[in-house]
């Protein structure tokens, strides 16, 4: 994707425009956490708040499955904000790129920091290396923009419906195709693939370490691996 | 049925929690610069973190049981293709869903 540096109102609406295909992958998500989540013996209430205030579908999820086993509260938070810990790495990765926006809107993007919202802006920004702080901003404004409301509306449904949805429906699968959609334009290079590759083993390796943290552990070895492939192939180009 | 009180606290150290956690290197380090070998290993958190998310859900899937699943594991290596051949998450996500209806339409 290419960015031409026109005017501010468009980088806004690109970020919107580039996160609209998740909404097929965000509505069937909220939908079956709503659905869930009154089956779970939440109320209507509860489930809004909560999915407006987490923001953060595979996690809540986490929650509701261990709420469900009668886990205790600490184990049922330890658990679902380990799944979010990742959440902290794009954290990191979006400093070099939002971090001289002023604290109250940084504070303000904290909220907005979602999967979709990283994997496209973190594209964009990458590039296009001229892009300016300000449109930067705007994109990574857009993208929220575009995914909140479906977000929420399609929990509120999920809710309101309350009824289990047909597995035929393979709703399950929606998250897995999202995260495959966003990884997918990431590999650029052949250390992006080794790092996706030891990610993937890694994971498997570490699937009961406790608390949920192997994807953690998967994540920061498959950095190591990425930045050792990448150093390695530089090497190589100086001796030839 | 949980208590309310439980269901509160949860939504409530959860949602600060998460937000911490998302505020952290954006809100504290600001436009502070980064060491180089750490803006190096960032440059990796997407490819690291999101195809270890989805692999459970590949080998394991909670809808069939636990077990490989054809039509999944297709809509999958589609959804991958499309996406790094066209580079964009539109065609991978279209290629994703038609693939996964289409194989599970005909396998059943």
């Known amino acids: 994707m290419k960015f031409s540096p026109t005017s501010k109102k468009s980088a806004f609406w690109l970020g919107y425009r580039d996160n609209i295909p998740f909404w097929l992958i965000v509505a069937p998500f909220g939908l079956l956490f709503g659905v869930v989540a009154t089956e779970a013996g939440f109320s209507i209430f509860q489930t809004m708040i909560m999915t407006a205030f987490v923001v953060a579908g595979s996690s809540q999820f986490t929650a ?8 205790p509260t600490f184990i049922i938070l330890a658990t679902s904000l380990a799944v979010n810990l990742r959440m ?6 979006l400093v070099p790129h939002l971090g001289r926006a002023p604290l109250g809107i940084r504070a303000l993007f904290a909220y907005f920091l979602v999967d979709q919202s990283y994997a496209t802006s973190i594209n964009i920004y990458t590039n296009n290396p001229k892009m300016t702080l300000s449109q930067k901003c705007r994109y990574f404004m857009g993208s929220f923009a575009c995914l909140l409301p479906v977000w929420l509306i399609s929990t509120l449904v999920g809710a309101l419906l309350g009824t289990k949805i047909p597995p035929e429906y393979a709703l399950d699968f929606a998250m897995p195709i999202c995260f495959i959609a966003l990884s997918a334009p990431m590999m650029r ?8 590759l030891v990610s993937m083993i890694g994971t498997l390796v570490f699937i009961s370490a406790p608390y949920s943290s192997g994807l953690i552990i ?17 090497r190589r180009l100086k001796n030839d | ?56 859900f ?4 909670d809808a069939t049981g636990g077990t490989l699943d054809a039509p999944r594991l297709l809509a999958a290596i589609a ?22 209806y289409l194989t599970m339409f005909i396998l059943n």
Not at chain 1, 64 to 71: E, F, N, P, V, Y
Not at chain 2, 1 to 29: D, Q
Not at chain 2, 58 to 61: A, F, G, K, R, Y
Not at chain 2, 80 to 89: H, Y
Request: aromatic share 14%.
């Open chain 1, 64 to 71: 509701l499955t261990l709420l469900q086993d009668d886990a």
């Open chain 1, 88 to 93: 902290a790495m794009y954290s990191a990765a």
């Open chain 1, 189 to 196: 290079s052949l250390p992006h693939f080794i790092a996706a």
């Open chain 1, 218 to 234: 998967a994540a920061f070895l498959a950095m190591i691996a990425g930045v050792q492939t990448e150093n390695w192939q530089k």
């Open chain 2, 1 to 56: 049925m949980t208590e309310p009180i439980k269901i509160w606290i949860i939504i409530f150290f959860l949602g600060i929690g998460t937000y911490l956690i998302r505020f952290s290197f954006l809100g504290l380090v600001g436009d502070r610069q980064l060491p180089k070998w750490f803006i190096q290993h960032l440059n990796f958190v997407g490819v690291a973190v999101m195809p270890g998310l989805i692999i459970p």
């Open chain 2, 58 to 61: 590949l080998v394991w899937p």
């Open chain 2, 79 to 100: 959804a991958f293709c499309f996406g790094i051949w066209k580079r964009s998450a539109l065609w991978s996500v279209i290629a994703g869903i038609s693939v996964l």
